[in-house]
């Protein structure tokens, strides 16, 4: 079992920066492939990034490519979204999530579906 507590969210204004926090219990984080989601009003919940447990590989939505930055600290249980240049259309609430996974590549870590665990949420709201 692995329980997921998301910190950093708030209100910044458009071109702004926050970094987002997800600290990690239960078994060897290292063993564990982090996703971050986020979900707008009214919108389904979709892919952000994506980090394997080393910290060597990372994915990210087209939408935030160049903007925002996913890394992990695996002697601190915990993995970062660091968001840059951030747009009105990033308000969300971001979400982290886990799946154990010795292997990261060839797989769709885009898909909800590929998680078991999930934080409670934390909003981002971006004024313009």
């Known amino acids: 079992q692995v329980q997921l507590v998301e910190s950093g969210g708030g209100l910044v204004q458009a071109g702004g920066s926050l970094r987002l926090s997800c600290a990690a219990s239960?078994?060897?984080?290292?063993?564990?492939?982090m996703g971050w989601f986020r979900q707008a009003p009214e919108k389904e919940r979709e892919f952000v990034a994506v980090?394997?447990?080393?910290?060597?590989?990372?994915s990210y939505a087209d939408s935030v490519a160049g903007r925002f930055l996913i890394s992990r600290d695996n002697a601190k249980n915990t993995v970062y979204l660091r968001m840059n240049s951030l747009k009105p259309e990033d308000t969300a609430v971001y979400y982290c999530?886990?799946?154990?996974?010795?292997?990261?590549?060839?797989?769709?870590?885009?898909?909800?579906?590929?998680?078991?665990?999930w934080g409670q949420g934390t909003q981002v709201t971006v004024s313009s």
């Open positions: 239960g078994r060897p984080f290292s063993t564990y492939v």
């Open positions: 980090i394997s447990g080393s910290g060597g590989s990372t």
């Open positions: 999530a886990a799946r154990f996974s010795p292997q990261f590549s060839g797989q769709n870590w885009g898909r909800r579906d590929q998680y078991n665990y």
